[in-house]
């Protein structure tokens, strides 16, 4: 780290301590050229995220984006907005895992598992933009295979 009083290449680090809750290390160095100290951060430097839309463009992935299509669908319904920003860290955890590249259609079909859970009234108004529903019918049998799933199962 070069020293930012005299330009000296060489220092020692003093101390060195959690900040921001643990997502960064804060740093004192002193430097063994002329013996000032100064103060470093250290962070992750996290992969970006891209995201393959349907059309072909690559763009990044961006939290806003989902949060927006949650709340439209929940709109009304008795879902807090902690319960939304969960949900959208749940599925950006879960793309990240994927790896650095995810389809628009992997993210769709997590927002979709996630508000099942949620609310389902909200799964069925986000799955007819996702789905592109354009009948009566589209809701109803989405409606048919969300019963089935909820259904317990007999033995």
Known sequence: MRCPACAHLDDKVVDSRQADDGVTIRRRRECLGCGARFTTFERVE????????????????????????????AK???????????????VEDAMRLVGPEVSSEQIGVAVLAGLRRLDEVAYLRFASVYKGFDAAADFQRELILLTKESEPKRH
């Open 76 to 90: 009304g319904r008795p879902v807090t907005d902690a319960a939304i920003a969960e949900l959208v860290s749940e």
């Open 46 to 73: 996290e992969v970006p995220l891209m995201v393959l839309k349907r059309s072909g463009d690559r763009v990044p992935f961006s939290r806003d984006s989902i949060t927006v299509g949650i709340v439209a669908a």
